[in-house]
C-alpha cells in the first residue's frame, strides 16, 4: 500500500434530494429532485443546498438532474428544458457561494430505474439521450459523473452519449450487498472495462450504497489494478448513502414511502469510513443519500488536521 497522502484528497458534496426533502421539498415519489425543478418556488431552495455545500467545503458538486428522465415522466424536450436549469441553477449557488474555483459535476444517471440493472436501455435509445442530457449541460459543467451505474452497459452507454464533448469523465458505480455491481459484474472487470472504453474517464468511483460494502469493495482492490489505475492517472473515491438497505426489485416510483434512514450514520461515524478508504488510496469523498453538509464539513476538518 503506498503511503497516504491527505493532501491529495478532494471533497465532493453529499445528497442533494435527501437534503432538499429536510427543508421542506414535498416527497413526490414520481419526480423526487426533479420536483424542486418543475416547481419555481423551490428554485432558491436548490440553489441553497448547492450553496451549503460549497460553503462546507465540496470541490465538486452536482447538478440536481438526476431525475429529469423519461421514467420520471419527462418528454424529450423537458429533459433538455429541466437539466439546463439545472446546470443555471448550481452556476448560480456557485457565485453566491463565492466558490469560483469549485468544479461542478453533471450528473448523467440511470435512465429507468436505480439498482435496476435488469431494466437499462438498449444502447440505441439510452445513448442519445445521454446526449441531450450531455448537451443540455455543457455549458454548466467541468466534469460528466456516469452516477449510480448498476452495471458495465450502464456505464459505456453513458460515457458514449457524451464523449463528443471531450470533457472528464468520472464513472461511480453501485454495489449489491457481495461487493460486486449489482448486475454481479465484478468490481475490477468493471473498472477495467470503462477505463480501456475511453481516456475521458478520470476517476472510478462507489455510491448510493452502504459504506461498509463500500470498504469491502476498497479492501479488495489488488496492488496490480491500483498500479494500473495510477500509471493511467484515473483516481477512485467514494460517495456512500446513509439509507437502510434497499431490498431486491425495490423502485423509486413503486416505493409508497422514502427509504428510512440508518440512525447510527453521523459525520463521526462516516468520518471513520472515510478514512478507512483513504487508507485504501481514495481520493475523492463525498456522500450520495441522507449525507448533508454537516458531513463534509467534518470530513474536510479531519482533512485540515491530517495535512497542518
Not at 429532485?33 to 441553497?48: G, I, K, N, P, T
Not at 452516477?147 to 452507454?157: L, V
Not at 455491481?181 to 473498472?191: F, K
Request: glycine content about 6%; some cysteine; aromatic content about 8%.
Amino acid at each position: 500500500m503506498s503511503p497516504i497522502n491527505y493532501h491529495d484528497v478532494q471533497l465532493l458534496d453529499g445528497g442533494t434530494g435527501e437534503e432538499l426533502m429536510q427543508l421542506g421539498l414535498p416527497d413526490d415519489r414520481k419526480t423526487w429532485s426533479a420536483y424542486a425543478l418543475v416547481h419555481a418556488e423551490y428554485h432558491s431552495l436548490v440553489r441553497q443546498v448547492h450553496q451549503s455545500f460549497f460553503e462546507a467545503g465540496s470541490q465538486y458538486v452536482t447538478c440536481n438532474n438526476y431525475t429529469v428522465t423519461a421514467c420520471s415522466g419527462f418528454s424529450p424536450a423537458e429533459i433538455e428544458q429541466y437539466t439546463r436549469l439545472a446546470g443555471a441553477l448550481i452556476v448560480e449557488a456557485r457565485t453566491a457561494a463565492k466558490t469560483p474555483h469549485a468544479k461542478i459535476l453533471g450528473s448523467l444517471p440511470p435512465l429507468t430505474e436505480s439498482y435496476r440493472p435488469d431494466l437499462v436501455l438498449p444502447a440505441a435509445e439510452a445513448v442519445p439521450v445521454y446526449t441531450v442530457i450531455g448537451n443540455a449541460l455543457a455549458p454548466f459543467v467541468d466534469v460528466f459523473a456516469a452516477e449510480t451505474m448498476s452495471c458495465i452497459r450502464e456505464a459505456i452507454m453513458a460515457i458514449d452519449g457524451v464523449s463528443h464533448l471531450n470533457k472528464p469523465i468520472f464513472v461511480s458505480f453501485t454495489l449489491g450487498k457481495d461487493g460486486n455491481l449489482r448486475s454481479g459484474e465484478a468490481v475490477d472487470t468493471a473498472i477495467r472495462a470503462v477505463v480501456a472504453h475511453s481516456p475521458l474517464v478520470q476517476a472510478i468511483l462507489f455510491n448510493c450504497c452502504e459504506p461498509e460494502i463500500i470498504t469491502t469493495a476498497f479492501a479488495a482492490f489488488s496492488t496490480e489494478l491500483q498500479a494500473e489505475l495510477r500509471f493511467k492517472g484515473v483516481r477512485w473515491g467514494a460517495y456512500a448513502n446513509a439509507l437502510t438497505p434497499v431490498p431486491e426489485g425495490w423502485t423509486l416510483s413503486g416505493a409508497e414511502t422514502s427509504q428510512p434512514l440508518r440512525e447510527d450514520m453521523s459525520p463521526a461515524t462516516y468520518l471513520s469510513f472515510v478514512d478507512a478508504w483513504i487508507q485504501h488510496g481514495a481520493t475523492l469523498i463525498g456522500g450520495c443519500c441522507a449525507i448533508g453538509p454537516q458531513h463534509i464539513s467534518a470530513i474536510r476538518s479531519f482533512l485540515l488536521t491530517k495535512t497542518s
